[in-house]
T-cell receptor
Framework: DGGITQSPKYLFRKEGQNVTLSCEQN?????MYWYRQDPGQGLRLIYY???????QKGDIAEGYSVSREKKESFPLTVTSAQKNPTAFYLC????????????FGPGTRLTVT | AQTVTQSQPEMSVQEAETVTLSCTYD???????LFWYKQPPSRQMILVIR??????QNATENRFSVNFQKAAKSFSLKISDSQLGDAAMYFC??????????????FGKGTHLIIQP
């Protein structure tokens, strides 16, 4: 089955540690995205990538970093510089730069204490 | 920058009845896409319906339909014959048709839909 996988579903970290969230897709999509969701809020765009080895900052990129070394993979690192890292993180992909439908993974709940 | 507003934090409807969720947006662009996504308790985001701004005809998908009013910048979702499985958070989202869609989606804050049996 084609789809987007995110692992793990729940992640716990101590404050001050960097943590990397995984996102893999086998849909052969060119574009990939990371969103953050807080309680009572919609999703906000963190980073996006249209092709391999290229990515751009979204609305709330501070304290996050990404890489896109392979078409299938777009990991997100939450660094210690992110002031409020506890949130639900969703990865998405779309067919191409002009593709307008985004397909979402199941998400990762990150808790930092 | 575009903004999306969902003015109803929560809505409740009896099973088998019809409910309408509201969404307004602000943009200076003339070409764009609008979406409704559903997020059930599993938190998986599921695309419900999409609308292309240059199409005047309202999109429909089975029991789901939209009322797209471009001049009013309004994009409401109507759910007919509500079912228990429709209970979820519903998010309205905007995407520019320019810049190759580089900016991702802009979401509203969501409406929590409750279905009363």
């Amino acid at each position: 089955d084609g789809g987007i996988t995110q692992s793990p579903k729940y992640l716990f970290r101590k404050e001050g540690q960097n943590v990397t969230l995984s996102c893999e897709q086998n849909l052969n999509h060119d574009a990939m995205y990371w969103y953050r969701q807080d309680p009572g809020q919609g999703l906000r765009l963190i980073y996006y990538s249209q092709i391999v080895n290229d990515f751009q900052k979204g609305d709330i990129a501070e304290g996050y970093s990404v890489s896109r070394e392979k078409k299938e993979s777009f990991p997100l690192t939450v660094t210690s510089a992110q002031k409020n890292p506890t949130a639900f993180y969703l990865c998405a992909s779309s067919i191409s730069r002009t593709g307008d439908e985004q397909y979402f993974g199941p998400g990762t709940r990150l808790t930092v204490t | 920058a575009q903004t999306v507003t969902q003015s109803q934090p929560e809505m409740s409807v009896q099973e088998a009845e019809t409910v309408t969720l509201s969404c307004t947006y602000d943009t200076s662009e003339s070409d764009y896409y609008l979406f409704w996504y559903k997020q059930p308790p599993s938190r998986q985001m599921i695309l419900v319906i999409r609308q292309e701004a240059y199409k005047q005809q309202n999109a429909t998908e089975n029991r789901f339909s939209v009322n797209f009013q471009k001049a009013a910048k309004s994009f409401s979702l109507k759910i007919s014959d509500s079912q228990l499985g429709d209970a979820a958070m519903y998010f309205c989202a905007y995407r520019s048709a320019y810049r190759g869609g580089a900016d991702g989606l802009t979401f509203g804050k969501g409406t929590h839909l409750i279905i009363q049996p």
